[in-house]
Structure formats: structure tokens, C-alpha cells
């Protein structure tokens, strides 16, 4: 923690004077008391706006990097304007961290919808929908990507109803995946848990991918085939081919790891616009039961 005595003389139409953090270049929070007789305002944002602090007033902030955090005097003239700073900085962050925490700290907010087209924008950005608590973008002027390659969009960890009695296919889970979201090479990885009767009867698990509201009609990406076992997990992996309307998924296996011997599952989804992924079962006997024990969906596009 660090406490300097700053005399703020920038002028009140400048982009201020830089404050360093002597104990590193990240701020977790700064604490600021204007013990001087006039205004004076801060930016954390490298001197695009600015808040003001009153004559005797204080004023504490978040996360901020040491370049981009800027003081300046609320009016013109004068002598500097005392102002009380105490820092608590983190030191030990490697450049590329602190670019990070910078991104995050100073993203521009978007949802998906009104997220710009990447030619358009050249940065990070933060997406409000896309992930359980949102989710960090950059453009490079051509294209978007998650910024670390990956997020997950959606789980849900309460097991269901037991499936039983028929041998109607049944949907498990939905989840409907924003239009574009995929790009044309953006991939899906579904993991999900199920319990069962042990015992020689097949019961089937499919991985739909179609129109928002196409249920058990969508194209089947995924169609294991289970028998003998009391508990699996089904993991499938669906991934766009340099089109937002080709797909190659998984195969009949209960896990998109290891070899088969039958071939991978191929759509032709548009998902340009919104679609569904839904996940579903199927008994063979109706004596039988299965019961969907949880899934977990991940948008991989870095």
C-alpha cells in the first residue's frame, strides 16, 4: 500500500498527468481524498473521461492500470490542488497479465446482438449473454474470438425425472445457440452424465442440432447405443467446416475420444441463426429407465 501527497496541476482540458504505482502496474482499488479547496477529477479509462472529486470530498475505485489512471484539475488556473492517494497495487503480473486485466477492466459492453461486426471494431469486448457470467472477446479486424479460446455457455447440474414406461424419445436438455455464435468454424462440446438400468437392452442418447423448436426432428450429431453399463457419460463434439451451415459431429460411440467403427455424423445446419442443440434418450424396453444426471456445453471459438 502505497499513500503520496499529489499536487494535480494538469489543466482542466487535458488528458491529465499519469499517477505511477510504485509497488506495480495494477491497482486493485485506489483511494482518493481531495484535501484542496477546488474540484479536481480522475480517469481510469487513460484520459476519455473523467469523474470529479469535490474540494474535501473522497472518492475509492477498482482495478486500474498505472497507464491509464489520470488526474486533472476540475477548473483552469491556479496552484496544484493537493489530493491524498492510496494505493494498493499488485505487483508480480507479467505484461501479457496486466494486458489482460487491462482488457477486461476497459472492455467495451456488448450483448451478442449488438456486438459489432469484427471488420468494424478492432479490440476486446465484453458480451453481457454469451457465457454463464458473460464473456471476454477480441476482433482483429477480421474475425472474433473468445479470448482464451473457450466458454461455457451453459450446464445444469439437477438430475432429471427417470425416464421410464416408454419407449418414445424423450428431450433431456436444450440449449439454444445465439445466431453466428459458432462462425464458420467455431465447435461445441457437449459433455453430459446419465444413469441406467444394468442390463443387456440397448437405450439410445442422441445429440440434435436444428431450428430453435425442432426437438427431436433436428439432425442427429451424436447417437450412441448403451448396454450393460449402470452409469456413462456422453461427450460430443460438434465443430462448423468453413461454413456456418456444414457440420461434422460425433459417431455412435458414447465418447468423441478413441476409434469406431462407424463413421462421423455430418449437417447441415444453418446457424447463421439461432438453433437448438438438444440432447435426448430413448429406451429400447419400457421396463427399462434411464435418468439424465447433468450437462455441461462449451463454445470453443479462439
Known sequence: MTIVRVGVQAASTSTGQSI????????????????????????????????????????????????QFRMRRATAGGYPVPVDVDVTAQDGLTRSQVAAVAASAFANTYTWATLPAASAYIGTAYVTDVGLSGSLWRSDGANWGVVGGSVVLGR??????????STTETIDWVYTIPAGLLGANGALELQAKYTMTNNANNKN??????????????????????????ASHVNCRIENRNSQASQIGSNNAASMYGGSANTFRTGTVNTAVAADLTLTSQLVNSADSITFEGARLILIRP
Open 20 to 67: 505511477d504505482f510504485d509497488d506495480g502496474p495494477l491497482a486493485t482499488s485506489i483511494a482518493m481524498t481531495n484535501v484542496g479547496a477546488e474540484a479536481v477529477q480522475y480517469s481510469t479509462n487513460g484520459g476519455s473521461s473523467f469523474t470529479s472529486i469535490a474540494a474535501g470530498a473522497s472518492a475509492l475505485v477498482g482495478q486500474v492500470t498505472s497507464d
Open 156 to 165: 445444469t447440474n439437477v438430475a432429471g425425472t427417470a425416464l421410464t414406461g
Open 205 to 230: 442418447f442422441r445429440v440434435r442440432l436444428g431450428a430453435v423448436g425442432s426437438g427431436i426432428s433436428g439432425t442427429a450429431l451424436m447417437d450412441p447405443q448403451l448396454a450393460s453399463v449402470a
